[in-house]
């Protein structure tokens, strides 16, 4: 079988041009989606030079580029498959009138010269190189779905040892891609100001023609992948040297220019890039793509877009390239420092030197004042732009950067002349530090960055280390501190894995055999043969391995790695792909759990081959199987192409103890734990001996990934990560930022990590007994909970029926509402001292209870409000009105004007006020109740989910865990020394 046919299954073609064709394929191994390209043109260079270079780019780590996973040559053609990155380019954003903030433009800028840094440096491979890209433009730049770029379409063919073959576009370009060299004719002149007169230069002699050179068609993949169509070769004519150091060499072009006769070869260089990310912005800025003759560009306007901006662009953009930035790194220097550039700045230092020596008081103080108005505009600016990185990064999870970015912004508006605070700075405190989460649950604790992307992971039993696989390195983390322990070489296929043994000992597929590592320590255990696939047994004292491609698994003693067993498959091999394989040890190592590419699934027992189970035969049908021990029992899962199945097998017995058959797939856990099986949106655990299902979760859409450890689950849906208790309550739910390939938990720590990032996000269980007020049965359904003026009692009420708690959790009252049918409405009520909960029917009538023993106080006609749901409420000098269908919004009540808008898609039940603060209250329509903190002015400075009440300026939380928290309300300076903490 072919390495094509056997590692990758093309899914659809992308698109095709001069250069080759691209295809959206599966890597088998690694069960994730690729870009697969084909190239056309035939390799010049040895094989082995080439494999050489290409294992370079294999290497290649950045968050901001597409990672390289293979290279293999076919019958003459060759092939590379690298990331498949979702999200849009940006041409298509700039195609139908998007129009960019500078804002964005310059975080993008950033990331892009981040990348470009890394690639032209020469620190990649033996000996260290330097790689340009060539082909920098809108349609090589994905917008991902958080926001970020990465720079696709990576020039890899000068690592396939072919020197002529480059793509670049027309407008993009540098001078030097189409053979113009000007550091020589006019070195010194800024040819972005003049032009030379057409007599002294004839340009048009060394241009292509725009059908030539415009190679802006782009092939896109279903979610915007950008493949770059290769242009053909430009004549050309003798050799040359690349003139970055072991840099692949690029298309040289011809010089030519009035006065010098003669014709000689240049090669693009860093310097070509650099000029490319100048259009590139010059685009993204003005919505116009460049000319492509570099000096016939018309300079961006400075009074349009911001002047610093603008001089950085063209400096990227002077067709001299001895007059541009010489490195990426100097240019992305130049945009991190655009405040401290600003000409106004140092202008107005110019002025006040000055100011200082002629007249020391009268221009001071004069100078100081306009600074301060020039100073709060620019500091507006930059809060506003710090504030969005700092959202941005709590969002991906980075709860460190986004207190980074919050503090920077509090510690700059500290100053007398400035506002004390932000408020959406406020509002990722909070949110950052977890301040108003009072629930047992998982919170986001902190992020793990990463050599690269992972694309396997285990976690120990404690929770305290993980380890994860990385091209090939394994990276040993610590979860608590976050720590990179250490890098350990890996053998060179995707699909290795790792165990863990126990706490301390790490069990990898290392470069020269199976290696048991001790982490503490830091050194090698022992060493076994070659693995790719590995297996411990429960009670730790097994290991077992087996290579890709062999026929016989080896087992070993955990504890001196001395070979215990080796097991003939009779010439039998797994399946190629880490997902579609079961290789599995039972509880003591005795039996081993092995599925085959023939569709045959068997167990073997170390006593012997007469001791063997056959579960099926070859030919099954079955290509994908998991699956593992719990205690006696074996459990698995097989899949076919048009059916499933799960069986449970009694180990002792020889036989199967239950199961059934489905067309759709499962998923399945089988372990110490238990047998857990999940189809589409539910999981449950199966009893082996009885076969009852206990379900364990039942979610709104199909689960994708689970894990169960002790009495938690967390689930990863296409949009969510959510978090189940014991008694399958959720307990905390987060949105998605990116794809969770990688799931595992461990001891109240979870580690979730994505094939496309280099990022892990750990998350720990906290508990907050100290909040808690009252404890109630968290099976009493109740629409509302409510607390007693006088703090001793908690009221729970639906329309059905009240519950009143004492402090102890003792239920002190219930009763049973009369014509529960015709209720129209409730409000808790207290006032004077007193607190009670009015029932209004639809019939007029209203009853009383009183809220410390449920008695029935009085009986009264209420106020009927006609047809009108809408509620209006007063606060202050505020009025808000809340429409039953609608968004509530905040008026000043002496002059009408509209002042906010606050939160979409929920019912505004209250507004409170909560000393210098005001409290909105909220319930969405299946039933959810939050809240949010306002300032005066009603920006939003918190989210408070689970807010049920509001009492003086405490904030009153009703938890579905049958749980009743308090929070006092945090003021910024208490927020900042909670921060400064956490650092």
Same mark, same amino acid.
């Given at each position: 079988?072919?390495?094509?046919?056997?590692?990758?299954?093309?899914?659809?073609?992308?698109?095709?041009?001069?250069?080759?064709?691209?295809?959206?394929?599966?890597?088998?191994?690694?069960?994730?989606?690729?870009?697969?390209?084909?190239?056309?043109?035939?390799?010049?260079?040895?094989?082995?030079?080439?494999?050489? +270079?290409?294992?370079?780019?294999?290497?290649?780590?950045?968050?901001?580029?597409?990672?390289?996973?293979?290279?293999?040559?076919?019958?003459?053609?060759?092939?590379?498959?690298?990331? $498949?990155? +979702?999200?849009?380019?940006? =041409?298509?954003?700039?195609?139908?009138?998007?129009?960019?903030?500078?804002?964005?433009?310059?975080?993008?800028?950033?990331?892009?010269?981040?990348?470009?840094?890394?690639?032209?440096?020469?620190?990649?491979?033996?000996?260290?190189?330097?790689?340009?890209?060539?082909?920098?433009?809108?349609?090589?730049?994905?917008?991902?779905?958080?926001?970020?770029?990465?720079?696709?379409?990576?020039?890899?063919?000068?690592?396939?040892?072919?020197?002529?073959?480059?793509?670049?576009?027309?407008?993009?370009?540098?001078?030097?891609?189409?053979?113009?060299?000007?550091?020589?004719?006019?070195?010194?002149?800024?040819?972005?100001?003049?032009?030379?007169?057409?007599?002294?230069?004839?340009?048009?002699?060394?241009?292509?023609?725009?059908?030539?050179?415009?190679?802006?068609?782009?092939?896109?993949?279903?979610?915007?992948?950008?493949?770059?169509?290769?242009?053909?070769?430009?004549?050309?004519?003798?050799?040359?040297?690349?003139?970055?150091?072991?840099?692949?060499?690029?298309?040289?072009?011809?010089?030519?220019?009035?006065?010098?006769?003669?014709?000689?070869?240049?090669?693009?260089?860093?310097?070509?890039?650099?000029?490319?990310?100048?259009?590139?912005?010059?685009?993204?800025?003005?919505?116009?793509?460049?000319?492509?003759?570099?000096? &016939?560009?018309?300079?961006?306007?400075?009074?349009?877009?911001?002047?610093?901006?603008?001089?950085?662009?063209?400096?990227?953009?002077?067709?001299?390239?001895?007059?541009?930035?010489?490195?990426?790194?100097?240019?992305?220097?130049?945009?991190?420092?655009?405040?401290?550039?600003?000409?106004?700045?140092?202008?107005?230092?110019?002025?006040?030197?000055?100011?200082?020596?002629? *007249?020391?008081?009268?221009?001071?103080?004069? !100078?100081?004042?306009?600074?301060?108005?020039?100073?709060?505009?620019?500091?507006?600016?930059?809060?506003?732009?710090?504030?969005?990185?700092?959202?941005?990064?709590?969002?991906?999870?980075?709860?460190?950067?986004?207190?980074?970015?919050?503090?920077?912004?509090?510690?700059?508006?500290?100053?007398?002349?400035?506002?004390?605070?932000?408020?959406?700075?406020?509002?990722?405190?909070?949110?950052?530090?977890? @301040?108003?989460?009072?629930?047992?649950?998982?919170?986001?604790?902190?992020?793990? +960055?990463?050599?690269?992307?992972?694309?396997?992971?285990?976690?120990?039993?404690?929770?305290?280390?993980?380890?994860?696989?990385? #091209?090939?390195?394994?990276?040993?983390?610590?979860?608590?501190?976050?720590?990179?322990?250490?890098?350990?070489?890996?053998?060179?296929?995707?699909?290795?894995?790792?165990?863990?043994?126990?706490?301390?000992?790490?069990?990898?597929?290392?470069?020269?055999?199976?290696?048991?590592?001790?982490?503490?320590?830091?050194?090698?255990?022992?060493?076994?043969?070659?693995?790719? /696939?590995?297996?411990?047994?429960?009670?730790?004292?097994?290991?077992?391995?087996?290579?890709?491609? =062999?026929?016989?698994?080896?087992?070993?003693?955990?504890?001196?790695?001395?070979?215990?067993?080796?097991?003939?498959? #009779?010439?039998?091999?797994?399946?190629?792909?880490?997902? =579609?394989?079961?290789?599995?040890?039972?509880?003591?190592?005795?039996?081993?759990?092995?599925?085959?590419?023939?569709?045959?699934?068997?167990?073997?027992?170390?006593?012997?081959?007469?001791?063997?189970?056959?579960?099926?035969?070859?030919?099954?049908? %079955?290509?994908?199987?998991?699956?593992? $021990?719990?205690?006696?029992? $074996?459990?698995?899962?097989?899949?076919?192409?048009?059916?499933?199945? $799960?069986?449970?097998?009694?180990?002792?017995?020889? &036989?199967?103890?239950? !199961?059934?058959?489905?067309?759709?797939? *499962?998923?399945?856990?089988?372990?110490?734990?238990?047998?857990?099986?999940?189809?589409?949106?539910?999981? @449950?655990?199966?009893?082996?001996?009885?076969?009852?299902?206990?379900?364990?979760?039942?979610?709104?859409?199909?689960?994708?990934?689970? @894990?169960?450890?002790?009495?938690?689950?967390?689930?990863?849906?296409?949009?969510?990560?959510?978090?189940?208790?014991?008694?399958?309550?959720?307990?905390?739910?987060?949105?998605?930022?990116?794809?969770?390939?990688?799931?595992?938990? /461990?001891?109240?720590? /979870?580690?979730?990590?994505?094939?496309?990032?280099?990022?892990?996000?750990?998350?720990?269980?906290?508990?907050?007994?100290?909040?808690?007020?009252?404890?109630?049965?968290?099976?009493?359904?109740?629409?509302?909970?409510?607390?007693?003026?006088?703090?001793?009692?908690?009221?729970?009420?639906?329309?059905?029926?009240?519950?009143?708690?004492?402090?102890?959790?003792?239920?002190?009252?219930?009763?049973?509402?009369?014509?529960?049918?015709?209720?129209?409405?409730?409000?808790?009520?207290?006032?004077? #001292?007193?607190?009670?909960?009015?029932?209004?029917?639809?019939?007029?009538?209203?009853?009383? %209870?009183?809220?410390?023993?449920?008695?029935?106080?009085?009986?009264?006609? /209420?106020?009927?409000?006609?047809?009108?749901?809408?509620?209006?409420?007063?606060?202050?000098?505020?009025?808000?009105?809340?429409?039953?269908?609608?968004?509530?919004?905040?008026?000043?009540?002496?002059?009408?004007?509209?002042?906010?808008?606050?939160?979409?898609?929920?019912?505004?039940?209250?507004?409170?006020?909560?000393?210098?603060?005001? @409290?909105?209250?909220?319930?969405?329509?299946?039933?959810?109740?939050?809240?949010?903190?306002?300032?005066?002015?009603?920006?939003?400075?918190?989210?408070?989910?689970?807010?049920? =009440?509001?009492?003086?300026?405490?904030?009153?939380?009703?938890?579905?865990?049958?749980?009743?928290? &308090?929070?006092?309300?945090?003021?910024?300076?208490?927020?900042?020394?909670?921060?400064?903490?956490?650092?």
């Amino acid at each position: 079988m072919s390495q094509m046919d056997s590692t990758y299954k093309i899914i659809r073609k992308l698109g095709s041009g001069s250069g080759g064709n691209v295809y959206l394929a599966e890597h088998l191994r690694l069960n994730k989606k690729v870009v697969l390209k084909a190239y056309k043109s035939r390799i010049t260079a040895s094989q082995e030079l080439v494999r050489r +270079e290409v294992d370079i780019l294999k290497e290649l780590s950045h968050p901001h580029i597409p990672r390289v996973y293979d290279f293999f040559i076919e019958d003459g053609n060759i092939y590379t498959a690298m990331d $498949f990155i +979702e999200g849009e380019s940006l =041409d298509k954003a700039l195609k139908r009138g998007e129009v960019f903030s500078q804002a964005q433009i310059i975080r993008w800028a950033i990331q892009l010269l981040d990348a470009l840094a890394y690639l032209h440096t020469p620190i990649h491979g033996e000996p260290p190189k330097g790689y340009v890209h060539s082909d920098i433009k809108p349609a090589n730049l994905m917008r991902t779905p958080n926001g970020d770029i990465c720079l696709i379409d990576f020039n890899i063919s000068g690592a396939l040892g072919e020197k002529n073959v480059i793509g670049f576009s027309a407008g993009y370009a540098s001078p030097e891609h189409y053979g113009q060299d000007f550091s020589s004719a006019y070195a010194g002149d800024d040819l972005t100001q003049t032009m030379p007169a057409e007599e002294e230069t004839d340009l048009t002699q060394t241009m292509l023609s725009e059908e030539e050179t415009d190679l802006t068609q782009t092939m896109l993949s279903e979610g915007g992948l950008t493949a770059t169509e290769d242009t053909e070769a430009l004549t050309m004519a003798g050799e040359f040297d690349g003139s970055l150091s072991g840099a692949p060499s690029g298309t040289p072009g011809y010089y030519h220019s009035a006065g010098i006769s003669e014709r000689r070869l240049i090669t693009p260089d860093v310097r070509s890039d650099i000029y490319s990310v100048g259009a590139t912005l010059y685009h993204l800025l003005s919505g116009k793509r460049p000319k492509k003759n570099a000096t &016939e560009v018309e300079r961006l306007s400075e009074e349009h877009f911001n002047p610093q901006i603008v001089r950085i662009i063209s400096k990227a953009m002077n067709p001299n390239r001895d007059l541009r930035y010489q490195t990426a790194q100097e240019m992305k220097r130049d945009f991190l420092n655009l405040r401290e550039n600003d000409p106004r700045i140092r202008r107005w230092k110019r002025r006040r030197r000055a100011a200082a020596i002629l *007249f020391p008081t009268f221009f001071v103080i004069g !100078g100081l004042l306009a600074f301060i108005g020039l100073k709060r505009i620019q500091m507006m600016e930059n809060w506003l732009k710090r504030t969005e990185y700092s959202q941005a990064a709590l969002e991906r999870g980075d709860v460190e950067e986004a207190l980074e970015d919050a503090l920077q912004v509090i510690s700059e508006s500290s100053e007398q002349w400035l506002p004390q605070y932000v408020p959406g700075i406020q509002k990722v405190l909070t949110e950052s530090l977890g @301040v108003y989460d009072l629930s047992d649950s998982y919170k986001i604790y902190r992020t793990i +960055e990463l050599p690269s992307s992972p694309i396997y992971m285990e976690i120990s039993p404690t929770g305290k280390t993980g380890a994860a696989l990385c #091209g090939q390195t394994v990276v040993v983390f610590d979860t608590e501190n976050t720590e990179i322990l250490a890098e350990l070489p890996t053998d060179s296929s995707p699909i290795s894995q790792i165990k863990y043994l126990n706490n301390d000992t790490l069990i990898y597929a290392g470069n020269s055999g199976m290696t048991a590592y001790d982490i503490k320590a830091g050194r090698d255990l022992w060493k076994g043969d070659k693995a790719t /696939a590995i297996s411990v047994s429960a009670d730790g004292k097994c290991v077992a391995g087996i290579f890709d491609g =062999d026929s016989s698994a080896t087992v070993y003693d955990a504890e001196t790695g001395e070979v215990k067993q080796r097991i003939d498959f #009779g010439g039998r091999c797994q399946n190629i792909g880490i997902k =579609d394989n079961l290789f599995a040890l039972n509880h003591d190592g005795a039996l081993l759990g092995v599925s085959f590419e023939d569709g045959s699934l068997q167990i073997f027992s170390l006593k012997g081959p007469e001791n063997d189970l056959v579960i099926y035969g070859k030919d099954s049908g %079955y290509t994908h199987f998991e699956g593992g $021990f719990s205690e006696k029992y $074996f459990a698995f899962l097989a899949a076919g192409k048009e059916k499933s199945v $799960f069986a449970v097998i009694d180990t002792e017995k020889g &036989e199967e103890a239950g !199961g059934f058959r489905s067309e759709n797939a *499962f998923g399945l856990q089988a372990d110490g734990s238990g047998v857990y099986v999940q189809s589409e949106n539910i999981l @449950v655990k199966i009893n082996p001996v009885t076969g009852e299902q206990i379900p364990v979760v039942t979610m709104g859409e199909d689960i994708l990934r689970f @894990v169960v450890s002790g009495e938690d689950t967390v689930v990863t849906s296409d949009k969510e990560i959510t978090f189940f208790d014991k008694n399958a309550r959720q307990t905390s739910c987060y949105k998605k930022e990116y794809q969770s390939d990688l799931v595992c938990m /461990a001891n109240g720590t /979870a580690v979730i990590g994505s094939m496309d990032r280099p990022i892990l996000r750990i998350m720990q269980y906290e508990e907050n007994p100290k909040a808690e007020r009252f404890t109630y049965d968290p099976e009493y359904d109740h629409r509302e909970a409510r607390v007693s003026s006088d703090g001793e009692t908690v009221m729970l009420f639906s329309y059905q029926n009240f519950r009143i708690y004492d402090r102890e959790g003792t239920v002190l009252k219930e009763v049973m509402l009369p014509d529960s049918k015709h209720v129209l409405d409730q409000q808790f009520i207290r006032e004077d #001292g007193m607190s009670y909960l009015e029932v209004t029917y639809d019939n007029g009538k209203a009853d009383i %209870y009183s809220a410390k023993d449920g008695a029935l106080l009085r009986e009264e006609s /209420a106020e009927m409000s006609a047809e009108n749901l809408d509620e209006e409420f007063l606060v202050d000098n505020l009025r808000i009105e809340s429409p039953l269908h609608g968004t509530p919004t905040v008026y000043d009540v002496k002059t009408g004007k509209e002042l906010a808008r606050l939160k979409k898609d929920t019912y505004l039940t209250y507004v409170e006020k909560a000393g210098d603060y005001i @409290v909105a209250q909220y319930i969405t329509a299946d039933g959810y109740r939050s809240g949010q903190l306002l300032n005066k002015k009603c920006e939003v400075l918190a989210e408070l989910p689970h807010l049920c =009440d509001v009492i003086g300026d405490k904030l009153i939380f009703d938890y579905p865990s049958g749980s009743v928290r &308090e929070s006092g309300i945090y003021n910024v300076d208490e927020l900042i020394r909670m921060a400064n903490e956490f650092r």
